[in-house]
């Protein structure tokens, strides 16, 4: 159990970590985009196999920790959230489901692509209102604070 959660963590920080490199995030701030990642893919694996939530809630959560962790990095190396946010995200977007629906359109099983397709964009758009979700409340904990 514990090995599939520490594969996930490792495994999310190196895709990230790939990312923030391609995407020419500074030398500093690295490790953080790394990190951020790492806390999505384990929150991510720790919903789908330990408590059994099945995929939208489970990325879902992974959201959330990341956009949190996105948020709280932003905030201690003074720079935008996307910094840390849009590699962050890489390791959850539902890559292989965009494909296998091509691959289905391909061989002309529509029924499947479509299947698919919508699966496709309804984890996008749990990914979206997950980090919309802590976006918007470290927003109004700001203006409160001020």
């Not at 499947?112 to 802590?134: E, W």
């Amino acid at each position: 159990m514990i090995q599939i959660i520490m594969k996930a963590g490792i495994s999310s920080f190196i895709a990230t970590l790939s990312f923030a490199i391609l995407f020419n995030v500074k030398k500093d701030k690295l490790i953080y985009a790394g990190i951020a990642g790492a806390v999505g893919g384990i929150l991510y694996k720790l919903g789908v196999v330990y408590f059994g939530w099945g995929e939208y809630i489970s990325n879902f959560v992974g959201a959330i920790g990341l956009a949190f962790v996105s948020e709280v990095f932003a905030r201690y190396k003074r720079t935008p959230i996307s910094t840390f946010l849009v590699c962050a995200l890489i390791p959850l977007v539902p890559g292989g489901n965009l494909f296998r629906m091509i691959v289905m359109i391909m061989d002309n099983k529509l029924t499947l692509a479509i299947s698919y397709g919508v699966m496709t964009v309804a984890i996008a758009l749990v990914l979206a209102i997950g980090i919309l979700l802590v976006s918007t409340c470290f927003q109004l904990y700001s203006k409160a604070k001020k």
